[in-house]
């Protein structure tokens, strides 16, 4: 998992980063808010992003709110990092669209803890958006399925979208999921099956 550490103060950026790759993360760095809003703009993204509250250019705040006013399919899990103490603050934070806030000088064990809350929250919406696209797909399937459909009156043949004539199950395996195992029916067999089997007495 891919992790952002935006950090202006080259001692904590460097702590930062050593210890989330000895954690199994992949890192990138920056060393403002502007490039951290580049980073987070341009592909491939970052997973987790880890933004100072106070950097040049932009502060953590201010690169929260930009990057939730735009759409993602997978919003970044957006720590800020903060000196700053005090119930206002951390309210602030929050509401500029962070997930999570951790204190500067941060402790390991905590650090660590938070950033697996992260990891789960963002294979969680993973997850929730591999699904809905498979729903998505599915319901792009039974749309096809929806309308009028050419069928012959006599064979029971359907006319396709390239104007040739399928059979009926042919047609159907095409445009869903479905399979079939072919019977006979009651009626089909009176009428057609027995009337042959006499035949060959």
């Known amino acids: 998992m891919k992790v952002l550490v935006a950090d202006d103060d080259v001692v904590t950026r460097r702590l930062l980063e050593t ?5 199994g ?10 490039e951290a809003l580049r980073i987070l703009e341009d592909g491939p993204r970052p997973d987790i992003a880890l933004l100072d509250w106070v950097m040049p250019e932009r502060d953590g705040p201010e690169v929260c ?20 103490g005090g119930r206002q603050n951390i309210i602030h934070g929050l509401q500029a669209g962070a997930d999570d806030y951790i204190t500067k000088p941060f402790d390991r064990e905590e650090l660590r803890a938070r950033l697996e809350v992260g990891r789960r929250i963002v294979e969680l919406q993973r997850s929730l958006t591999e699904r809905v696209q498979q729903l ?9 399925l929806q309308g009028l ?5 006599y064979c029971k043949k359907i006319r396709n979208d390239r104007n040739y004539w399928q059979q009926l199950e042919s047609y159907l395996s ?16 009176e009428k057609i099956v027995r009337p042959e089997l006499e035949n060959l007495r």
């Open 136 to 144: 998505e797909d599915a319901l792009a399937c039974v749309k096809q």
């Open 65 to 84: 709110r930009i990057i939730r006013a735009r759409p993602q399919t997978v919003p970044v899990y957006v720590v800020l990092l903060t000196a700053l």
């Open 174 to 189: 095409d445009h869903s999921e479905a399979q079939f195992s072919h019977g006979i029916c009651p009626e089909c067999y």
């Open 149 to 153: 459909v050419p069928i012959c009156s």
């Open 25 to 34: 993360y992949e890192v990138c760095v920056a060393t403002d808010g502007a």
């Open 19 to 23: 210890t989330l790759k000895s954690w």
